[in-house]
């Protein structure tokens, strides 16, 4: 049974964790005063670090009011850092743990939510820390890459009987009576993760459709959808033609599995000539707004994934372009990626917002794992940064998610949890719970064999039960 | 518009368009197709005769509308043989004997099908035009498919076609979920390819993987070992039955998995100081549970019988904790001693030609590969609430095969040479009924690596192929077939879009042959694909040599469907291509790219797409 959710100034974990933070933060950069109330934060954009205009404290009375979110998610957008986003140079810093720790990263952002501090690369998602939570406790304690990315993304344990499918394909299938739109069910951008197979033994049908091509490209060419190649009359044409030609298949119409064949190709064409693949054409958006989403893939991505949102699209996957596996050189690509990830994701958030569709768009933003707090120097990583699967951190919004808290708290290298661990099976199942789906639901089995959603027995790992503190 | 469409208006057509435009003097005529094969059609054309002077088509307007063009009569005549059924093998009685009964009256299938269909069974890629064309031409009727099997039987891609079915069931994957590591991979698949083009016996193949010791590195077979998704004495046996018996452990009692596991229970693992290297041995005394014992480098055996200091592992290091009885799936108990290895004991049992069940499972899986469907179906799903359709007909392909002493080869033969293995697909009763009795070879999709194979051959077109785990990434060498890859953790998003098997369980059902509207996305209009047909050089190739239009269109349809047009197909794809019925000299396509989409819609079709 799900709790109702207290308010947040009675959870025993945040006051603690947030009075850790806030001190050294006042203490740091000398910030105003805050209250508690702001932690709540406000709803009004801009700010910045360090200079937060005073925030008028949100409706209290009204939130505490709320005890169910009204708000489900129809919709995902996962972001998926893979290789392992380093979370104490991201989104849990350590600004008191010195050079061994932190390297050349000095500065520290002050958010619109006080008490919320980000590392210096995100300075537009410090302006709308209201929007999301930061959850500092992830862990699972997987050190591998693959097996990580699969825990994370099913919640199951590698090594299992069976080979689970990921929370996109669940959630495709979940929904699969209800969506009626033409593009496929799950979406990745731009290219599928490849780390294990996502479909599971759901099948070929629920299997991610990777959409190739480049958004920040001219034309963002979908593989299969969008062709540069084949004008819609040729492809008419050519449609006419191999229908005329497919000559077996009008002798054996009636096997099932061709007939099934046949009417993929139906669904395949309505995609091909049908309204669907506007969704892909990004010339539609206005250019000051795909400025304001960074004119590199990964903002285009996240302008793609919320024109799919606006389709219906039931969950959509960005695989971040470019890993997060910083063995070496480490502060380098996070000089160069961070801020593109603050950028697109922080236009998407209040794109999102904007437009009303924040209530039931959920966003979620993770790696695998997080990385080793304590920077590598020796040969040959000079100074890099190794997987570290004990506690990460992980950003979500919207679709029930409140926004404006901190859930958890890893200790004060960022080495292991301090406070509230959040397991995948927590993630996951207040995921699943937002989006109206029964994470106790079994699975069907090709073989006949017992699967369910999520683990029907947890185990011994580390787990603070659903995020109800932020939902 | 629903995900889900209507289907389009391709399956409203079919037969409705049935015209009698064909001019069977024209077909007897055209390259290829015998004056034998010809009069036989005629003959059951029948009135066609009387249509001769039929006009020609008019030429197409200027936006070619080929949708009405005529349909050829009776397509089906180009998928089936005229030649009577004989039902002379002891195969062939056992199926008819089912089939008479239901009044159904099975169909043989056409040369043109057979060369595509027994190069697709036995090496996992279409003929050459040049293959298809020769055999299709072959007037020895009698002899020329038993001749073209035995020829297939000991080219080297049908052992290489047949460890590519074998790594599914072994689960040879570097990476997850197996983790056998990349060169252990390589290692086991070439311990596979390697027994299988000394055409090993079966019975040796199944010993060797379950008594084998030694490296993972040096020593291909113990990666069986290591393959397993659980490596719990439970665990192995559950792997052990699902391989080799063809029976799943969930459906079985307690006690018999128990049982069995107790065979498996003295099975050691343990690294060495070389990176990822591991040893899988008979370890009596449970040495490579104690902890620290099997660390790198450490000597782990010097250590054997030393006193079990650590509390928590007594339990499973302790070798008076390790079952002192085993008893095989069939009932039957035996008592473990320290001087045999339990491993052994087992693979005794389990290949002997009285185990009920060792020579029935292979032989079901043997008919399944070939047949697509099991006698016992799913080929790995033996149960008693699940009987064989043929009983008798599963018990005569066990005996042969224990009188060829475990020779697959001789079962592949008895099974190809089968009228059963040679009904056409289409013809027949589309009763579900019918399926089951193997009344029509059933069309399934062609696998995912067979199926990129047979494009980059036709489109003279490579592929990369690589794992981006463990760093550094591999890459395999261009040009390498996609059904010669070892280690399913080297892959292309086109064959985890066409469902290569996952390698996770060693279920055959872990490849699948859906159609999905995603996959025909990628087939129908990715760049990939396109970049391949327009700028590969196969295709270029066959419309740019001089000739006449209608030999290019012969080319073609050899090239990518294994077979001569049928004489509506050539006047469709003439339409198309701005030009009438008649073929004359120096002739071309209004548009070049006409070439190319005929190309296309012929790698498009169900044809294709299907083995048939």
Redesign the interface.
């Known amino acids: 049974m799900i709790p109702p959710n207290p308010p947040i100034w009675s959870l025993p974990t945040h006051p603690n964790h947030l009075g850790m933070s806030l001190s050294r933060s006042i203490d740091r950069r000398g910030a105003m005063q805050i209250g508690l109330f702001s932690t709540l934060g406000f709803l009004g954009r801009g700010g910045a670090m360090g200079s937060t205009p005073p925030a008028a404290p949100p409706d209290a009375a009204a939130a505490a009011k709320k005890t169910k979110p009204s708000a489900k998610a129809t919709t995902v957008i996962q972001i998926f850092l893979w290789g392992g986003m380093s979370h104490s140079d991201t989104w849990d810093p350590k600004p008191d743990a010195g050079y061994d720790y932190n390297g050349p990263l000095k500065k520290f952002l002050s958010t619109n939510v006080p008490g919320i501090q980000l590392s210096e690369w995100f300075l537009e998602l410090a302006k709308q820390a209201d929007k999301y939570s930061l959850i500092r406790s992830m862990t699972h304690g997987n050190n ?4 990580a990315a ?1 825990l994370v993304q099913t919640a199951h344990a ?6 689970y499918p990921s929370v996109g394909a669940v959630f495709a299938h979940m929904k699969e009576q209800e ?7 799950y979406v990745v951008l731009t ?2 993760q ?4 996502e479909e599971g033994f759901l ?3 629920l ?1 991610p ?2 959409t ?1 091509g480049d958004p920040n490209a001219s034309r963002f ?1 979908v ?3 969008v ?4 004008a819609d ?3 008419e ?2 449609r ?16 099932p ?16 000539l ?3 693949r506007e969704v892909f054409d990004l010339s539609k958006e206005k250019p000051e707004l795909r400025d304001r989403y960074g004119r590199h893939t990964f903002g285009q991505d996240c302008l793609a994934a919320r024109r799919m949102a606006e389709a219906g699209v039931p969950y959509i996957v960005i695989n971040y372009p470019g890993g997060w596996d910083t063995h070496s050189n480490h502060f380098q690509t996070m000089g160069r990626q961070a801020p593109q990830l603050d950028q697109g994701l922080a236009a998407l958030l209040a794109d999102l917002h904007d437009r009303g569709m924040l209530d039931t768009t959920l966003v979620w933003c993770c790696g695998e794992f997080g990385r080793g707090p304590k920077v590598d120097w020796q040969p040959p990583w000079n100074g890099g940064r190794n997987h570290h699967g004990k506690v990460f951190s992980v950003l979500v919004a919207g679709g029930g998610f409140k926004g404006g808290h901190v859930v958890g708290a890893s200790d004060e290298k960022a080495m292991e949890v301090a406070e509230r661990p959040v397991s995948p099976t927590d993630l996951l199942g207040s995921i699943y719970q937002l989006a109206g789906i029964d994470s106790k639901a079994s699975l069907p089995h ?2 006949g ?1 017992e699967a369910h959603i999520l683990p029907k027995d947890p185990g011994k790992a580390p787990s603070g039960g659903l995020l109800t503190e932020i939902m | ?11 409203r ?3 409705s368009e049935w015209t009698q435009r064909a001019r069977i003097g024209k077909l007897a005529s055209y390259p290829g197709i015998g004056l034998r094969y010809g009069i036989a059609l005629a003959l059951l054309l029948g009135p066609a005769w009387d249509l001769r002077s039929a006009e020609p088509p008019t030429p197409p307007p200027a ?5 009405e ?1 005529p ?2 009569p009776r ?2 005549d ?2 089936t043989s005229p030649l009577p059924l004989k039902t002379e093998s002891r195969i062939d009685r056992l199926v008819m004997a089912k089939l008479r009964p239901l009044g159904i009256q099975p169909a043989l299938c056409s040369d043109a099908v057979f060369v595509r269909r027994v190069h697709l069974d036995l090496i996992g890629i279409p003929p050459t035009a040049e293959e298809a064309r020769a055999f299709i031409a072959n007037p020895d009727a009698a002899n020329k498919r038993k001749a073209l099997t035995e020829q297939l039987l000991s080219r080297d891609e049908c052992s290489v076609y047949r460890a590519m079915k074998w790594g599914d069931l072994l689960r040879i994957k570097a ?3 197996i983790n056998l590591w990349p060169n252990a991979a390589q290692l086991y698949h070439r311990w596979v390819v390697d027994s299988l083009r000394q055409n090993k016996p079966y019975d040796q193949f199944v010993r060797e993987l379950l008594t084998s010791s030694g490296s993972n590195y040096r020593v291909g077979p113990v990666n069986f070992y290591r393959a397993l ?2 490596r719990t004495p439970e ?1 192995i046996a559950s792997g052990v039955a699902l391989t080799f018996l063809g029976s ?1 452990t ?1 459906a079985w009692p307690q006690d018999r998995l128990a049982g069995m596991a107790a065979f498996f229970s003295q099975v050691g693992y343990k690294p060495t100081s070389e990176w990822k290297e591991e040893y899988v041995f008979w370890d009596p005394t449970g040495s490579h549970a104690i902890a620290g014992n099997a660390a790198p480098g450490r000597p782990s055996i010097a250590e054997i019988g030393t006193p079990f200091e650590d509390a928590g592992l007594a339990a499973t290091a302790n070798p008076a904790a390790f079952p002192k009885e085993a008893v095989f799936p069939d009932g039957t108990k035996v008592t473990l001693s320290t001087d045999r290895d339990p491993r052994e004991i087992f693979a005794d049992w389990l290949i002997s030609p009285e185990n009920p069940w060792f020579t029935r499972a292979i032989a079901n899986r043997v008919w399944f590969w070939l047949m697509g469907r099991g006698i016992v179906h799913e080929a790995d ?1 033996f149960r008693d609430d699940n009987p064989p359709s043929h009983p008798e007909l599963l018990a005569y392909l066990e005996k042969e095969l224990i009188g060829a002493e475990y020779d697959l080869k001789h079962l592949y033969r008895l099974i190809l040479n089968s009228e059963a293995y040679q009904f056409a ?2 013809a027949g009763s ?1 009763s579900p009924e019918a399926e089951a009795l193997f009344a029509a070879y059933p ?3 062609l696998e995912a690596e067979v199926l990129i194979d047979a494009i980059n051959r036709i489109t003279g077109t490579t592929e990369l192929y690589t794992s ?2 463990p760093e550094p990434f591999t890459y395999i060498p261009q040009g390498q077939p996609a059904v010669s890859i070892g280690d399913g953790s080297i ?1 292309s ?1 086109f064959l ?4 290569r098997s ?1 390698r ?2 060693g ?1 055959e ?1 872990e490849r ?11 087939l ?5 694909i ?1 970049e391949k047909l ?1 700028n590969g050089p196969g295709i270029k190739a066959l419309v740019s040599a001089k000739r006449p239009v209608n030999e290019t269109i012969t080319a073609l349809y050899l090239a990518i469907l294994s077979r001569h047009p ?1 004489p509506e ?1 050539i006047v ?2 003439r339409a ?1 291509c701005g030009l009438g019925a008649d073929d004359k000299p120096d002739q071309k396509p209004v548009r070049p ?1 006409h070439w190319n ?2 190309a ?3 790698l ?4 294709f ?2 083995r ?1």
């Not at chain 2, 129908?524 to 990939?528: F, G």
Request: hydrophobic share 35%; charged share 25%.
């Open positions: 591998g890459h693959e097996t699969y590698p090594g299992d009987r069976l080979a969506y009626k739109g033409s593009l496929p069910p290219k599928p490849g780390r294990f197979s099948g070929a049908r299997k459709f990777a190739g060419e593989e299969g959808i062709s540069r190649r084949v009359a040729r492809q044409a050519r006419d033609l191999l229908a005329s030609l497919d000559t077996l298949r009008k002798s054996a119409g009636d096997d599995l061709v007939r099934a064949s046949q009417a993929a190709r139906t669904e395949a064409y309505e995609m091909i049908g309204k669907g090709p073989m064999l | 518009m629903s995900w889900i469409g209507e289907f389009s208006d391709c399956l057509t079919g037969f936006k070619p509308k080929v949708a063009k349909t050829p397509s089906s180009l998928f990476e997850f979920p998704p659980s665990g799943r969930e799903d697909s289409v589309t069309m399934r999709r981006p785990i892959t998003p985890s879009l066409f469902g996952a996770a369980t279920t059902s699948t042959g859906q159609v999905v509207s995603g996959q025909w996305i990628h129908l209009n990715s760049s990939h396109q327009e049928g197909e469709t794809a198309y790219e989409d005929l296309w819609a012929l498009n079709t169900h044809e797409l299907f048939h």
